[in-house]
């Protein structure tokens, strides 16, 4: 529906913008100006600790200065509430007590015959609940009652029950002047096009509605309840109503929740996502059996920037998963992603939740592998490349992939992951070429004679008391490669006391700069062998296991996180950057230092008024830096301390 600009200027006028922004953010008092309309809070889109998202009163329009979104009263809700703008339009229309306007004729009609045939549905859905708990329903009621449904779910949930029989719907709904046409077109009949009369197209089903986004029915699933019913689960056709590539199950539920945890969580199937549900995993949606659309990917990302979608680790969970990667990589924007759950194999979210509680289902969830390195696995798992045209043959196939990636900034970073993945892969086969260990699916090993041993030890000796900072931040750098993209001009100037991290990084720049259009197949084996020590260290577990088994791949940033454990918290992204910012002073610091002390020594040498200034101003700037470094520290370890007691109150 089209609305008259005058008419949303009218709505904007009259509602506040900050009352409608100031129902997700609180204020703040020293930096803001109500007197001159000037509101300042901290971003309800992104984690931070200072104010950086502003409302302008005077002209309508918000905008935050750390992540660039901005808008008015209508995209504000979009963006918080997952409303459309025609939802958006009639909330606010409402707020200021104006009448929306009537649609144009054409619009108004179809609008009514929407509304007909959504309360075609709603007649259903209360047919097949007085169904459900009649007599006839005493096999569905056994049902749930084994699967452990409670009275409060199956009210919520509006479960019903289609008996067995060619019409009963049909002789229900058609004696309260519900028209067969009508039946048909919500896809609750089957005409046969042999001309034999309409039947229902639910029979001897366990049945549960689909709502659309205002919680009305517009489509419903079934479960059958004969043992040998095919096909199992059977949910209505298209329909005006009902699109599949558009709509999740529970949507008009999960969305609140999910934005309020800041995760939502993607289920295969109705059943799934009502378990979850009921267990307190509100924010749960259902794809209802479809492959993603684009639709619904932009539709979840309103709800959280990186849902987890939970499948069964069988493979046909993992193909649905693979299936899912190539929808998302187009539309991959910053700060938007997605997070993959496999479940053990031949279990559902049901059965984890009846043997472990919801703790175990969050147990899952948090072994979730981020969709970077589900790309990785698919495309690296059963490749050969045992000669150079296989090679190249695997680079090209990462390379077009990365290629559908439309955001330049994203896909350079994706680039780059995969890059350095390839680099070790390749580095690992030749080393196998050459009988001297590693793996054929590109893991560490781990040193296999005396002589490596021996090297390693000897490289890894933290011999500097920079190390374990050094040895972080190299880390980290793969860790967060839009850290390393966002500070490259300051880590490219900083110095290492620790030889291997000095090359390392160096080799981490020039493949960032120098060779980002180089063949991977040809820069691997330039690369000085000890730069893989510590990529190997970073992208590996360091368990020690040898089969590349997914449970092993959880464990990639073992290394780091077992260093810094907060980090195992999943902290906020304003943290993360914070402590990465940290470690950079402290290695400037060391730099400042080595310079304090060459200035000491010349000034032993030869005393001048120059070198005594230039010795005054680095001693005042060392210790304005590690003043300012101290500080950083301190609040580093309160934030840290405080998150790990919201996550000890919230396992409690």
Not at 225 to 244: A, C, I, R, V
Request: net charge negative; hydrophobic share 35%.
């Amino acid at each position: 529906m089209r609305f008259d600009q005058l008419f949303l200027d009218d709505i904007r006028n009259r509602v506040s913008l900050t009352d409608v922004v100031g129902r997700r953010v609180t204020w703040d008092r020293r930096k803001s100006q109500p007197g001159k309309g000037d509101y300042w809070a901290c971003c309800p889109f992104h984690s931070e600790k200072s104010p950086s998202f502003h409302v302008d009163e005077r002209r309508n329009r918000y905008k935050c200065f750390g992540c660039g979104e901005s808008g008015d009263h209508f995209k504000f809700l979009m963006e918080t509430e997952g409303l459309s703008f025609p939802e958006a339009v009639e909330e606010l229309a409402g707020l200021a007590g104006i009448a929306m306007p009537a649609p144009d004729p054409q619009a108004a009609k179809r609008a009514a015959k929407r509304n007909t045939l959504t309360d075609v549905c709603e007649m259903a859905a209360r047919y097949y609940r007085h169904m459900f708990q009649s007599v006839e329903g005493r096999a569905a009621q056994e049902y749930v009652q084994r699967r452990g449904l409670s009275a409060e779910t199956l009210n919520e949930f509006q479960f019903g029950f289609a008996p067995p029989g060619r019409d009963n719907l049909k002789k229900a709904l058609m004696a309260k002047d519900i028209s067969e046409a009508e039946l048909i077109e919500v896809g609750l009949l089957i005409k046969p096009d042999d001309g034999r009369p309409s039947y229902d197209r639910f029979r001897n089903r366990l049945m549960i509605p689909i709502h659309d986004d205002r919680g009305r029915a517009v489509a419903f699933g079934g479960r059958t309840m004969d043992p040998d019913g095919q096909p199992k689960y059977l949910n209505s056709p298209e329909t005006p109503l009902f699109h599949k590539g558009t709509m999740l199950f529970n949507a008009h539920r999960a969305r609140q929740p999910a934005y309020e945890a800041g995760q939502a969580i993607v289920v295969e199937g109705y059943m799934d996502a009502i378990a979850l549900w009921q267990a307190g995993m509100k924010g749960t949606v259902a794809s209802l059996g479809t492959a993603f659309t684009e639709d619904q990917i932009m539709r979840l990302w309103k709800f959280a920037d990186e849902p987890v979608i939970c499948f069964d680790g069988d493979v046909a969970g993992i193909s649905a998963a693979h299936r899912a990667v190539d929808r998302i990589l187009p539309v991959l924007t910053s700060g938007k992603s997605f997070q993959f759950a496999f479940l053990p194999d031949g279990q559902d979210p049901d059965d984890v939740i009846n043997a472990g509680g919801t703790s175990a289902m969050y147990g899952e969830l948090e072994k979730a592998l981020p969709l970077s390195e589900v790309v990785w696995q698919r495309e690296s798992e059963h490749a050969r490349i045992d000669t150079p045209e296989r090679k190249a043959a695997l680079e090209k196939a990462v390379e077009d992939l990365v290629g559908t990636i439309k955001d330049e900034r994203v896909q350079k970073r994706y680039r780059m992951d995969l890059r350095l993945k390839l680099s070790n892969l390749f580095y690992e086969e030749s080393r196998r070429n050459r009988g001297q260990g590693g793996g054929r699916d590109g893991g560490w090993r781990g040193p296999q004679g005396g002589n490596d041993r021996a090297s390693l030890a000897k490289v890894e000796a933290p011999d500097t008391p920079a190390y374990g900072v050094e040895r972080s931040f190299c880390t980290m750098c793969l860790m967060y490669p839009e850290l390393f993209e966002r500070h490259f001009e300051r880590i490219s100037q900083l110095t290492y006391s620790n030889e291997l991290h000095s090359m390392f990084m160096a080799a981490l720049v020039r493949i960032a700069t120098d060779l980002a259009e180089g063949a991977v197949t040809q820069i691997y084996n330039k690369l000085d062998e000890r730069f893989y020590q510590i990529l190997q260290e970073a992208i590996v577990s360091s368990s020690g296991e040898e089969d590349g088994s997914k449970s092993s791949t959880l464990r990639r940033w073992d290394a780091l996180t077992n260093r810094l454990q907060i980090l195992k918290n999943d902290p906020p992204e304003d943290f993360v950057e914070m402590l990465f910012l940290n470690y950079a002073d402290m290695l400037e610091l060391r730099m400042l230092e080595l310079e304090l002390e060459h200035e000491t020594r010349a000034m032993e040498q030869d005393l001048t008024e120059e070198s005594w200034s230039r010795f005054q101003a680095l001693q005042q700037d060392l210790s304005r830096r590690r003043e300012e470094c101290l500080r950083d520290e301190q609040e580093l370890a309160e934030r840290a301390a405080k998150m790990r007691s919201t996550k000890s109150s919230v396992l409690a």
